[in-house]
């Protein structure tokens, strides 16, 4: 049998889930590679333990495992491998950054193709609340968060299933539980696993993550009564959604319109979330109102702010230093998160730009991201990062850390000077959260 021999464009993430959905088992087609960005904070390929998708995930078909490589190889693996279709699945990329990938790979030779949602979304036997958005750092997991709340209120069991972050051992993340924040040390996840995850097991929810989706959705079904779908970046369900809730940011106003799949998840949603509003100016509100009303005109607007709380005793009058959540800055293309915010609001005397003193593969994240503004990135993929976060704090030498990353630095990093945690929550301002839930009542009880 003639095969179609299939390159994927991918992330750690959604990339391996398009795989398992579309290609495995499928004896049409051979997928000869993955090829991997460091673009989305995971690293340079030669950082990652692991360089192959092993046979224990990829099935018979694929007995001695699927390269990873460089995705400044694709026009090389498109001719040595004879590649018909390239496939792209990673997300929060511009729509003119996903054409030039395009470009590349139509004038090496091959087909250009993207997964649709009726390909890669996967049927519950449970009823499946998403959360997404069209830009990494919108506040999507704040309500995802209060989504899983209400139903506990309500006695639900529920489980969140988070999108993908698989950096470690393959195999080992195949399926992944963490109830506790011990749960989390024992796994050895990452700063950006942590940022989304212990806000959740600190609330008392049950987390699922991995790489299987289908294993995982097994799992979670047969332990919850409900799913709540915390996705990540801008990236589409795995699951496919009975509320759909897509949240925007009007700090980022015209974004939702310019990003892939952000775009898409827009014009999916049941409802449009506009986040950030006490924080963001009026005219860029009603931009993003327009756009949604023009793209989606039959999903309706929530309007809400994002309210974030710190020590102020502890933050007034001292020289501070602000540590943002990693990919909100990164690759969501921001100048500062709600650490500076909540310094500002509060009342410190200096913040301190780190850059000047950053150490190692710091001074790289400054220099691939110009628009950061006195604020240091989260950054803690690897051992050696986490050192680097740790020594350029030392060198920064504030009076307090400021972090306005969605876990508790604290835990992770050792520095001698005080670690104040910042904390920020979604406040609804025309529709609430608990009314969709009881809007969509009978639908989350007919399963």
Not at 164 to 174: E, F, I, K, N, T
Not at 178 to 186: G, K, S
Not at 232 to 260: C, K, M, Q, T, W
Request: charged share 30%.
């Amino acid at each position: 049998m003639s095969h179609t021999r299939i390159l994927i464009m991918g992330a750690a993430g959604r990339d391996f889930h398009d795989f398992n959905t579309v290609f495995r088992g499928d004896e049409r087609f051979e997928v000869v590679a993955f090829t991997h960005t460091a673009t989305q904070n995971i690293g340079e390929l030669d950082e990652l333990p692991n360089r192959q998708y092993p046979p224990e995930l990829a099935g018979e078909s694929y007995p001695d495992s699927i390269p990873i490589r460089a995705e400044s190889e694709l026009e090389r693996i498109i001719d040595e491998e004879g590649v018909d279709t390239v496939v792209f699945s990673y997300s929060d990329v511009s729509h003119e950054h996903l054409m030039h990938q395009a470009s590349r790979a139509l004038a090496a030779g091959a087909d250009f193709r993207l997964i649709g949602p009726d390909r890669m979304m996967l049927p519950a036997a449970i009823p499946v609340v998403a959360v997404d958005t069209v830009r990494t750092g919108c506040g999507k997991s704040q309500t995802a968060r209060k989504f899983a709340d209400l139903l506990l209120e309500q006695g639900k069991e529920v489980a969140v299933v988070r999108e993908p972050m698989p950096y470690g051992d393959l195999v080992a993340q195949q399926v992944q539980r963490f109830e506790t924040l011990e749960d989390l040390d024992e796994s050895d996840v990452t700063i950006e696993e942590r940022e989304e995850y212990e806000g959740h097991i600190e609330r008392g929810h049950v987390v699922y993550a991995g790489v299987d989706y289908e294993a995982i959705l097994d799992r979670a079904q047969n332990e919850a009564e409900v799913i709540v779908w915390d996705g990540g970046n801008n990236e589409l369900p795995f699951y496919v959604p009975d509320i759909h809730v897509v949240v925007a940011d009007p700090h980022r106003a015209g974004s939702e319109l310019r990003y892939h799949p952000g775009e898409a998840n827009l014009r999916l949603a049941d409802y449009v979330l506009i986040n950030k509003e006490n924080t963001a100016d009026r005219p860029a509100i009603r931009q993003v109102e327009e756009n949604v009303r023009r793209t989606n005109p039959d999903a309706e607007l929530i309007h809400a702010n994002s309210t974030i709380t710190a020590d102020e005793d502890a933050i007034s009058g001292r020289r501070v230093l602000v540590v943002e959540d990693g990919p909100t800055l990164t690759h969501g293309d921001t100048s500062h998160g709600a650490g500076l915010i909540a310094a500002q609001k509060y009342g410190a005397t200096e913040i301190i730009d780190s850059e000047p003193v950053a150490e190692g593969s710091l001074q790289r994240v400054f220099e691939d991201y110009s628009h950061l503004d006195a604020v240091l990135p989260a950054m803690g993929y690897s051992d050696e990062l986490v050192e680097d976060l740790e020594a350029t704090i030392r060198n920064a030498a504030p009076e307090v850390v400021v972090s306005g990353t969605p876990h508790d630095l604290a835990r992770l990093i050792d520095v001698e000077m005080p670690i104040v945690r910042v904390r920020y929550e979604l406040e609804e301002k025309n529709i609430t959260l608990d009314t969709i839930l009881d809007r969509h009542a009978e639908v989350l009880e007919l399963y």
